[in-house]
């Protein structure tokens, strides 16, 4: 199957800094990648839509300004967290999707777990 | 109501035994099925995907999509401890990329 690779796998902040994961869709491209947030024993949170060469579409309660998503090229995209703070400490996934007979298919990143001490 | 109901278990079976995952839905547009695994602190991988109703053997999974009923299941044979990790459904319709997620549901197989 496709393959995404997500950078970095885990990362500590401070509060108060700023952290940017990349997304990148390996051997196909990508027009469009979600960013999703996953908190201990819950499932995935759907973040935003991320659109390769426009604004991101973000879901209900996401902060557009804390979260900016870039999707400069058909095979990456990036998610910047920026003035972290502890309770923004979770796993952030990305996916990126590829059409296919009935339907689409969905492949994810290995995920980032951020810490922010 | 969500539009996909899971059980997030935790399910404990011994090692061996027959696991029965399920998923019901409420939006009948729902067109594509999918179930992944998620280890801990990992990303989902992609276990089954389907479009239609009926069954869809792979190896020691059976994913069973039921339409009329809004209800999909996985079912494990000969379960391991490797199987181990959350199990999550998810579908979609149309060209629409987005996919509605179940919660998951966390399976312990005991040696």
């Known amino acids: 199957g496709a393959v995404v690779s997500q950078h970095p796998s885990w990362v500590i902040c401070k509060s108060g800094t700023s952290v940017k994961i990349e997304c990148r869709s390996l051997?196909?491209?990508?027009?469009?990648m979600f960013w999703y947030r996953q908190f201990p024993k819950q499932s995935l949170m759907l973040m935003a839509t991320?659109?390769?060469?426009?604004?991101?579409?973000?879901e209900q309660g996401v902060e557009k300004d804390k979260f900016l998503i870039n999707h400069a090229s058909l095979t990456l995209s990036t998610l910047t967290v920026t003035s972290a703070h502890p309770e923004d400490s979770s796993f952030y996934i990305c996916?990126?999707?590829?059409?296919?007979?009935?339907?689409?298919?969905?492949?994810f990143g290995q995920g980032t777990r951020l810490t922010v001490v | 109501q969500k539009e996909v109901e899971q059980d997030p278990g935790p399910l404990s079976v011994p090692e061996g035994a027959i696991v029965s995952l399920n998923c019901t839905y409420s939006?009948?547009?729902?067109?594509?099925f999918m179930w992944y695994r998620q280890y801990s602190r990992k990303g989902p991988e992609l276990l089954m995907y389907?479009?239609s109703s009926g069954n869809k053997e792979d190896g020691r999974f059976t994913a069973q999509v039921d339409k009329s009923s809004k209800y999909i299941s996985l079912f494990i044979r000969d379960s391991q401890p490797s199987d181990s990790a959350t199990y999550l459904c998810?579908?979609?319709?149309?060209?629409?990329?987005?996919?509605?997620w179940g919660a998951g549901t966390k399976l312990i197989i005991k040696p």
């Open positions: 996916s990126a999707p590829q059409g296919k007979k009935g339907g689409t298919e969905a492949f």
């Open positions: 051997d196909f491209q990508a027009t469009t």
């Open positions: 991320s659109n390769e060469g426009s604004k991101a579409t973000y």
């Open positions: 939006n009948s547009a729902f067109q594509y």
């Open positions: 389907t479009y």
């Open positions: 998810a579908m979609g319709r149309g060209s629409n990329y987005q996919l509605i």
